[in-house]
């Protein structure tokens, strides 16, 4: 039998007959499902795909949308929207570069529970501001924001999403703001690869969600998070059980600032709104927030600082208001033990050239938005400063440096004679004194570079014959 679908043909193959003759022949399920996986079509771009279609996966390379369409670009392949099982080239189905973490330890440290949802923080006075999605083009400002303010976040981070490229590429430019975020002493948590809908996937695709995120976070920090947010905040039974398995504290909210619905219309009155209905005496707060869009970073990050110190809360990281200590936040990806990113830390061989990668992505760091150039003045402050030359006719201590005391007021003296003999010599008759005086007119550079090489008797000499032609004799 054969279906026409929007003008694309799609087997469908009488399954029972098959299963039959495997049965007959004795051979093991997994042929079966070999046979049955080969009936799934590999549609080219624009044809239908997805279960809606009969399981029907893309062709290697393209991506299937949400909507069920093979393709390529942001559209198809972005993050959650893209249908893992069906779109080969899928973010979700893309591959950091970096070390495995699978075989990491995983020991459990601390006192903070593991693998069960935390909504709400454990110590009174407290607001932790959280940020999931980024890093994205607004995130450098707002880390300036946090900064100006003396604020301590935690950040959410997805590795693959909104078609960004991987948080750990050195031309995504994402690296440095994940470093200048931990160096600032905000914590860094995971939200996924790739923003999947974590209670829709399956074991492995679950596990490569985790991983691949771990992949990239200690490929740019050395360090593997052992805080985790679920997209959605979807994550049953199984999900909570391998999060468990995988070392992870599963953090929720318990204010969601619906910053992303309506342009953040209602967000600063469900914020504010929370937090004066309470006293920071008895209450503490786990706040929502999302450093991907304009409004929250340009109009109510400012307000949630202001806001909660009017009303005597502390803002801090989601640790802090759990009463965990930075040690605690990340393992190391190859003991599992706690790692203290606050903490300096020895150099080596490994810290040399994650520094030198950190370098080069932060000089590509430029993504296009709207505010493509308050982002790229921010991200420039990741820059090592350069020293500018001076202009022209300036003076710079650089360039003294290598004379000694002597030959430095030698040098002074000279210029003053110099100046004097340029006067005389320009209100004197004697004009044939000019020649030799022009000879005399060495270059600054020059000059001290003949000194500096133990010209001080020409030094005199000159000295001696300018006298002798400012005086006309």
């Known amino acids: 039998m054969r279906l026409s679908v929007s003008g694309h043909v799609v087997s469908v193959v009488a399954h029972a007959g098959i299963a039959w003759t495997r049965s007959a022949?004795?051979?093991?399920?997994?042929?079966?499902?070999?046979?049955?996986?080969a009936l799934h079509q590999r549609a080219p771009s624009g044809a239908v795909c997805g279960a809606a279609a009969g399981n029907t996966s893309c062709s290697s390379g393209l991506c299937c949308s949400e909507t069920g369409f093979c393709g390529t670009g942001a559209s198809f392949c972005s993050g959650s929207g893209c249908q893992l099982s069906y779109g080969p080239a899928c973010d979700g189905n893309q591959t950091p570069r970096g070390s495995d973490t699978s075989k990491t330890p995983r020991p459990l440290f601390g006192n903070v529970p593991y693998g069960v949802g935390i909504s709400h923080c454990s110590v009174t006075g407290k607001v932790a501001l959280s940020f999931d999605d980024g890093p994205y083009a607004y995130t450098m400002e707002l880390l300036d924001l946090l900064k100006?303010?003396?604020?301590?976040?935690?950040?959410?981070?997805?590795?693959?999403?909104?078609?960004?490229?991987?948080?750990?590429d050195a031309s995504s430019g994402y690296a440095p703001m994940i470093q200048h975020m931990a160096a600032d002493g905000h914590q860094v948590g995971s939200h996924t690869w790739s923003h999947?809908?974590?209670?829709?996937?399956?074991?492995?695709?679950?596990?490569?969600?985790?991983?691949?995120?771990?992949i990239a976070l200690a490929d740019i920090l050395g360090a593997v998070p052992t805080?985790?947010?679920?997209?959605?905040?979807?994550?049953?039974?199984?999900?909570?059980?391998?999060?468990?398995?995988?070392?992870?504290?599963v953090v929720n909210y318990d204010i969601d600032t619906r910053d992303w619905q309506d342009g953040g219309a209602a967000a600063?009155?469900?914020?504010?709104?929370?937090?004066?209905?309470?006293?920071?005496?008895?209450?503490?707060?786990?706040?929502?927030?999302?450093d991907v869009h304009e409004f929250t970073v340009h109009r109510f990050a400012q307000f949630m600082v202001d806001t909660a110190r009017a009303l005597r809360y502390d803002l801090v990281t989601v640790g802090e208001c759990l009463g965990d200590p930075p040690a605690n936040w990340y393992r190391d990806p190859v003991t599992g033990q706690p790692m203290d990113l606050t903490q300096p830390r020895p150099s080596s061989s490994s810290s040399s050239s994650q520094a030198t990668k950190t370098s080069t992505s932060t000089k590509k760091t430029s993504i296009s938005t709207s505010s493509s150039q308050t982002t790229s003045t921010s991200t420039s402050k990741t820059q090592t400063p350069v020293t500018s030359k001076p202009a022209m006719g300036a003076t710079s201590e650089l360039e003294h440096t290598t004379g000694t005391d002597?030959?430095?007021?030698?040098?002074?003296?000279?210029?003053?004679?110099?100046?004097?003999?340029?006067?005389?010599?320009?209100?004197?008759?004697?004009?044939?004194?000019?020649?030799?005086?022009?000879?005399?007119?060495v270059p600054s550079s020059d000059a001290a570079s003949m000194i500096s090489t133990g010209g001080f008797c020409w030094v005199v000499g000159q000295i001696l014959l300018i006298a002798w032609l400012g005086l006309g004799l």
């Open 227 to 249: 805080y985790f947010r679920p997209p959605y905040t979807r994550c049953g039974g199984a999900c909570l059980a391998e999060l468990l398995e995988w070392g992870y504290h």
């Open 148 to 168: 100006r303010n003396n604020v301590r976040a935690t950040f959410f981070v997805v590795g693959n999403n909104m078609g960004k490229g991987h948080i750990n």
């Open 268 to 290: 600063k009155t469900t914020y504010q709104t929370i937090l004066a209905q309470h006293s920071p005496a008895s209450s503490a707060w786990l706040a929502l927030a999302h």
């Open 25 to 37: 022949a004795g051979d093991s399920a997994a042929a079966l499902n070999s046979d049955l996986e």
């Open 406 to 441: 002597a030959t430095s007021a030698a040098t002074e003296l000279l210029s003053v004679v110099l100046a004097s003999a340029l006067v005389s010599t320009s209100t004197s008759s004697n004009l044939s004194a000019l020649p030799t005086a022009a000879l005399l007119a």
């Open 196 to 214: 999947q809908d974590l209670n829709a996937a399956t074991r492995e695709q679950r596990r490569a969600e985790i991983i691949s995120n771990e």
